[in-house]
């Protein structure tokens, strides 16, 4: 995979670095970035170009760009903003290539700051530089290692990476993750994004090999459909799991003015992410969580789980959990069962949850009892609560170590654990183990457990949670998998018909597009005469709907101008001479009356920045109330098109429901991923609606349809 | 409020206890109880009884229960099962009322431990003792204080007190809490609630002035109609948050294994705890957290909160989450923004969220901006995050303070803050004020603001979310209430219409009794003959329809059994013919047409142990694949009525949609009352149904109704 040239190769793991900002004062945000850089371990050679010192922190400065002895592979700057330009085009003059630009003052700003941001990005073509920011917080690299930010490490290195539209979340978390053995690998603030984006960090990540899983911060994304390809790619590698902030008022507002990008609303994430394969989560906090037990467990081959606690409530709140997360907690087949039974006391429960009831004792929940339950065939994962050690001697020295006569000290020595063979078991049964205790960084088994990769969460329900990530991974990497490919045939005449129409599109013209595209139309004819009306119907065969073609009049059903169930020619032509002298001289359609049983639609929507979205949900009067809809960005694939059907709620009522025979989904996913292409060929096209899509002999037709340019 | 006979008042703060199962060997679990009470600082006598042992941990002990000095007002008992009844009658010989009974091996080990516990039961009825458990964790009340569970207290008194049926969540998660900050008051292990059940320990913790909030953990109610009753009290005055989880297959089951009582499915609670005004969370994390913030914070007077960050990300976590709870974080009026933009930076936003743009001192965020927030009448509520001073520089210590010459310990010292003003802001102004920070307890300034009960979480989404159960409690605070009573009049001919049924009822029957409880249904008249039913349908006026009315025959539709729309005595005369010859000798109703434009649908289901269930929701073919409805429990007032139609997503239907004019919701409510009285008043009425509901002159009219015996 790795043979993209995607500049963060570079820029993440420099020869070379020159840093403008930095200063003999430490509390200068530049100076604080330069210590971290030289505090690191970096291999490389770390440069400060500053006009007055001769040295800083120890290491000889430059005074200016020009005077650098060699070419940078990397310029950093930290620089009031009206220096950033300038100093840019300095060091393109020197070669250099690849810049990370601390500096605000940009598009953030308003109207000026988009201007001066534009110059940026000029100078930058103009010397063929690739940059990070402006007004991000750096990056580091914890393998190479490379450490931009301002804060320093605090812990080893992991195996989950994190590119991030908020600084704050690699620059100020660190103590945060250590406290919780949630290790990173590299990090990246992407600021402004004037140059390399978000998508362009994931399209990294997923190349490089140390990074297992991904965690992405997201307010809005500049280029949603080159995320989609690129996600696409990389989720069936590596798992993703995303926080996407900007979908709701106050969260777009918020993202808004740090950012200066469009948020779309939150469905339409929910959309693409589902499409691309990114695990959605709600916080900042499962970003981190989830994508540690992302980046260090293997991955769960189905969704049975088994629980072993020695406690009734967490036990019960982790089945709960693992329920709602599409996990099942089933019986144990009843040989494991027997094996537990020999090693539990008789109070306690081999059924599963495995239940041992009160102990303090760590051994039985973290031998035996986890290898029993591993080796068997019908647990794909395993959620233990309660392994603990001298935690729980702290916590009594004052009182049972008092009483017992041991000393605290003493307490801690005889009761430290050892879990060597438990901490290989995952590795040995390629099986995901997942630990909830209600203890901190005084119990030894919790973090002898997160130093060797196995997760302790501080409660139970978190640890079931991310064991249901790690299953919707399961099954994003397994879904049928193909590049989105337009169908051959599509949209030969939808030009000539566009440019014949000279104006908005009634119906009829709308339909001959969808047909042209290879979506199914009711069968129709235009007719302008009574005589044309009746030979229509007689031709289509009763019954018939006969309704007055023209883009100009809305409310047609409110107007009488939509005549339905007309069994005879009589009726046909009544129905004709009626919608005549409501409309006098405009053309009617006349259609084939199709059984209102199951209503559904489909459209074309857009929002500025994205690609077209295409809407799927059931129609009817119910369908505002309930908004049961799902929507993907186009193009889509044939399998995303299924998945979208079958992700609505609804989608029960495509089933053989009620004895009304079941859909072609097939049929009804082609129709999806064709109106996708027709919006995305025809840009001019603002808005398709296709309402009802109703049900004709199981395949689903356009009974009405509305394009709006 | 304190007028209840609540026998918590004594058990959870006793003269005296008398404890059985304490011995000298500390690692057992009487033992370590007793130790809890001996070093917690109880005020009262505390007596061991063993019959070798002449003092326990310096304390004398008694050889029998007969031998103790004087009747303590409390027993104690951690012993083998085998002994619990006995000496429970011999302290009832001696005049002691309360118990607390620690030991298993009851109604959870199935059969024979049920006959135990009922033994037990009586044994104590015959003595008037009312005890908690059997096969629970003990108690601990910090105030009094007294402490009869395993682990020591780790923290100072708090106004949070729980009732748990898991005994982990009062004896294993103390150190959890105390870095967390969450202060807990009085907590209770209700274990197999024999006698004292949780309802018991709702309403004494609602007496309790000393407790602001109460925290449940719930694996299945044993007396959900008193549930409801009481919590329906208590949560007006105080709030209430509760995790259930026996309503997932997973989680009813492992419950199950563990206290032999019967849990309800997932929606049974939602509809209960909406009815009863508890607030449900998903995790005993939110329980302690949300319970706190509940306890320590003024009451929340609205849904408009400010935001006040030092970062993006965190501030757009902070809205995003505010928005998905209700709350609303709109910009700030200009005076305000003026008087915020005259002290931040040019580069910083004052809007709302309010954005200082990344500093390491908290003074901004500590000092005047909140103040001046707060001083704004537009603002609720007060989110802000970033406020940290030590901690930061610990981080740093060794590359900023090497670089400075500076030690960490000065460092420490020069980055103290000083919060004093800022402490007292949330009572100046009775506003919440919540915080979030990625530092741990290094962090002098998250310890200052945990101590004085700003609650300091490690997400920012998790400060947004309590704020946002803030707000739920507000609004159940406010919400009108009354007592539930019965309508008068309701029901005087259904004891005899059931009596005369013998058997199942038909639709006709089924309807009177509704009719009877004051249940609106469709005009309609039964008719045996063809001239019966042509002169119905003249008197009712066309359209009508006639249907068999048989409670044997299925399907009737499938069957050809109903007609609809007839429009002249002909259609009818026909219709009652060709009825006649599906069903020879079966009497028909005609019924008025009533028009088919909305359909909702009401009844009533029964759960083993629950109150009967009111069920309201929108009805015809989509009702089932969408599930979109909503349920109470028997017996409700018209407020909780109304409140259960308008939290159907579909309630928008009810208004004026589609100009099809506004349904009467008072009169929809009566009827959802008057089911519920129907139901609790005959109880061997399995099921009702009312599908569908029609709407006529804007009133809801039941047009099919079918009641199961």
Redesign the interface.
């Given at each position: 995979m790795n043979t993209s040239r995607n500049p963060l190769h570079t820029i993440m793991a420099p020869k070379s670095v020159a840093i403008v900002g930095a200063s003999a004062n430490?509390?200068k945000?530049g100076?604080?970035q330069f210590?971290?850089i030289?505090?690191c371990g970096f291999p490389g050679t770390a440069i400060p170009v500053h006009p007055k010192h001769e040295e800083i922190?120890g290491v000889k400065a430059y005074p200016s760009i020009s005077s650098l002895p060699d070419t940078p592979e990397l310029a950093v700057l930290v620089v009031p903003t009206g220096l950033v330009i300038n100093m840019l085009d300095e060091f393109g003059k020197l070669g250099t290539k690849h810049a990370i630009i601390i500096s605000?003052?940009f598009r953030e700003?308003g109207a000026d700051g988009k201007i001066l941001e534009k110059q940026l990005l000029e100078t930058a073509d103009k010397h063929g530089i690739r940059f990070l920011g402006p007004n991000c917080?750096g990056v580091f690299n914890s393998q190479y290692p490379f450490n931009a930010t301002v804060?320093?490490f605090?812990d080893k290195p992991g195996f989950l990476s994190i590119a991030?539209?908020?600084?704050?979340?690699l620059?100020?978390?660190?103590?945060?993750l250590k406290?919780r053995g949630v290790r990173l690998n590299q990090a990246m603030s992407v600021g402004n994004e004037a140059n390399i984006n978000i998508v362009d960090c994931l399209e990294y990540l997923g190349e490089d090999p140390k990074t297992k899983a991904i965690g992405l911060?997201i307010?809005a994304l500049s280029d949603p459909g080159r995320f989609l390809e690129v996600a696409r790619e990389v989720s069936r590698v590596k798992p993703i799991v995303a926080?996407y902030?900007?979908?709701?008022?106050?969260?777009a507002?918020?993202?808004l003015?740090?950012?200066g990008s469009i948020a779309g609303p939150d469905f339409l994430y929910n959309g693409l992410f589902e499409q691309a394969g990114v695990i959605r989560v709600?916080?900042?906090?499962d970003v981190y969580k989830v994508g540690h037990v992302l980046a260090t467990q293997p991955g769960i081959k189905g969704n049975r789980v088994a629980?072993l606690t020695h406690?009734?409530?967490?036990?019960?709140?982790m089945?709960?959990?693992?329920?709602?997360q599409g996990?099942?907690?089933e019986e144990l087949p009843d040989d494991v069962q027997d094996k537990i039974r020999a090693v539990i006391p008789p109070?306690a429960?081999p059924?599963n949850?495995v239940?041992l009831?009160?102990i303090v004792d760590s051994k039985p929940l973290s031998q035996i009892i986890p290898q029993i339950l591993l080796e068997c065939d019908e647990v794909d994962g395993l959620l233990i609560h309660?392994i603990m050690d001298t935690?729980w001697a702290k916590?009594?020295a004052?009182?049972?170590g008092k009483?017992?006569g041991v000393s605290e000290e003493d307490m801690v020595k005889l009761t430290k654990s050892d879990l060597t063979s438990f901490l290989q078991l995952k590795e040995k049964y390629g099986k995901p183990v997942l630990v909830g205790s209600?203890?901190?960084d005084?119990d030894n088994a919790r973090n002898v457990m997160m130093d060797n990769f196995i997760p302790v969460f501080?409660?139970?329900?978190?640890a079931a949670f991310s064991m249901g990530c790690l299953y919707k991974h399961h099954l994003i990497k397994t879904r049928p998998y193909s590049k989105a490919e337009k169908p051959q045939g599509l949209g030969k005449n939808t030009a000539s018909i566009l440019a014949q129409a000279k104006g908005p599109l009634d119906e009829f013209q709308a339909k001959r597009i969808l047909a042209d595209y290879g979506i199914p139309v009711s069968p129709e004819s235009l007719a302008s005469s009574r005589d044309d009306a009746v030979q229509a119907a007689e031709s289509l065969g009763y019954p018939v709907v006969i309704k007055a073609c023209s883009p100009d009049i809305l409310h047609k059903t409110e107007k009488g101008l939509v005549k339905l169930n007309l069994g005879n020619p009589q009726e046909a032509a009544e129905a004709y001479d009626a919608i005549q002298e409501g409309a006098p001289g405009v053309p009617v359609i006349v259609g084939k009356m199709l059984p209102v049983?199951?209503e559904f639609m489909a459209g074309i929507t857009r929002f500025e920045g994205y690609p077209p979205c295409v809407l799927f949900g059931?129609g009817?009067?119910?369908a505002?109330?309930?908004?049961?809809f799902s929507l993907r960005l186009a193009p889509m694939t044939q399998a995303e098109a299924l998945a979208m059907i079958d992700s609505l709620?609804?989608s029960?009522?495509l089933d053989d429901?009620?004895n009304m025979g079941a859909v072609d989904r097939e049929a009804l996913a082609s129709m999806l991923v064709n109106l996708g292409y027709l919006a995305m060929d025809f840009p001019e096209i603002k808005e398709i609606d296709l309402n009802p899509i109703l049900i004709m002999d199981g395949k689903p037709v356009a009974a009405d349809a509305l394009i709006v340019l």
């Amino acid at each position: 995979m790795n043979t993209s040239r995607n500049p963060l190769h570079t820029i993440m793991a420099p020869k070379s670095v020159a840093i403008v900002g930095a200063s003999a004062n430490p509390m200068k945000m530049g100076s604080m970035q330069f210590l971290n850089i030289l505090h690191c371990g970096f291999p490389g050679t770390a440069i400060p170009v500053h006009p007055k010192h001769e040295e800083i922190f120890g290491v000889k400065a430059y005074p200016s760009i020009s005077s650098l002895p060699d070419t940078p592979e990397l310029a950093v700057l930290v620089v009031p903003t009206g220096l950033v330009i300038n100093m840019l085009d300095e060091f393109g003059k020197l070669g250099t290539k690849h810049a990370i630009i601390i500096s605000a003052g940009f598009r953030e700003m308003g109207a000026d700051g988009k201007i001066l941001e534009k110059q940026l990005l000029e100078t930058a073509d103009k010397h063929g530089i690739r940059f990070l920011g402006p007004n991000c917080m750096g990056v580091f690299n914890s393998q190479y290692p490379f450490n931009a930010t301002v804060t320093p490490f605090q812990d080893k290195p992991g195996f989950l990476s994190i590119a991030s539209q908020s600084g704050t979340y690699l620059a100020q978390t660190l103590t945060y993750l250590k406290y919780r053995g949630v290790r990173l690998n590299q990090a990246m603030s992407v600021g402004n994004e004037a140059n390399i984006n978000i998508v362009d960090c994931l399209e990294y990540l997923g190349e490089d090999p140390k990074t297992k899983a991904i965690g992405l911060y997201i307010e809005a994304l500049s280029d949603p459909g080159r995320f989609l390809e690129v996600a696409r790619e990389v989720s069936r590698v590596k798992p993703i799991v995303a926080q996407y902030v900007g979908g709701s008022k106050a969260g777009a507002k918020s993202g808004l003015s740090h950012t200066g990008s469009i948020a779309g609303p939150d469905f339409l994430y929910n959309g693409l992410f589902e499409q691309a394969g990114v695990i959605r989560v709600h916080s900042i906090e499962d970003v981190y969580k989830v994508g540690h037990v992302l980046a260090t467990q293997p991955g769960i081959k189905g969704n049975r789980v088994a629980v072993l606690t020695h406690s009734g409530g967490p036990g019960s709140g982790m089945c709960d959990t693992a329920d709602r997360q599409g996990l099942v907690v089933e019986e144990l087949p009843d040989d494991v069962q027997d094996k537990i039974r020999a090693v539990i006391p008789p109070t306690a429960s081999p059924k599963n949850p495995v239940d041992l009831t009160f102990i303090v004792d760590s051994k039985p929940l973290s031998q035996i009892i986890p290898q029993i339950l591993l080796e068997c065939d019908e647990v794909d994962g395993l959620l233990i609560h309660g392994i603990m050690d001298t935690g729980w001697a702290k916590v009594t020295a004052g009182t049972l170590g008092k009483a017992l006569g041991v000393s605290e000290e003493d307490m801690v020595k005889l009761t430290k654990s050892d879990l060597t063979s438990f901490l290989q078991l995952k590795e040995k049964y390629g099986k995901p183990v997942l630990v909830g205790s209600f203890m901190g960084d005084e119990d030894n088994a919790r973090n002898v457990m997160m130093d060797n990769f196995i997760p302790v969460f501080s409660s139970p329900e978190k640890a079931a949670f991310s064991m249901g990530c790690l299953y919707k991974h399961h099954l994003i990497k397994t879904r049928p998998y193909s590049k989105a490919e337009k169908p051959q045939g599509l949209g030969k005449n939808t030009a000539s018909i566009l440019a014949q129409a000279k104006g908005p599109l009634d119906e009829f013209q709308a339909k001959r597009i969808l047909a042209d595209y290879g979506i199914p139309v009711s069968p129709e004819s235009l007719a302008s005469s009574r005589d044309d009306a009746v030979q229509a119907a007689e031709s289509l065969g009763y019954p018939v709907v006969i309704k007055a073609c023209s883009p100009d009049i809305l409310h047609k059903t409110e107007k009488g101008l939509v005549k339905l169930n007309l069994g005879n020619p009589q009726e046909a032509a009544e129905a004709y001479d009626a919608i005549q002298e409501g409309a006098p001289g405009v053309p009617v359609i006349v259609g084939k009356m199709l059984p209102v049983q199951r209503e559904f639609m489909a459209g074309i929507t857009r929002f500025e920045g994205y690609p077209p979205c295409v809407l799927f949900g059931m129609g009817g009067v119910l369908a505002e109330a309930l908004k049961d809809f799902s929507l993907r960005l186009a193009p889509m694939t044939q399998a995303e098109a299924l998945a979208m059907i079958d992700s609505l709620k609804s989608s029960v009522l495509l089933d053989d429901f009620r004895n009304m025979g079941a859909v072609d989904r097939e049929a009804l996913a082609s129709m999806l991923v064709n109106l996708g292409y027709l919006a995305m060929d025809f840009p001019e096209i603002k808005e398709i609606d296709l309402n009802p899509i109703l049900i004709m002999d199981g395949k689903p037709v356009a009974a009405d349809a509305l394009i709006v340019l």
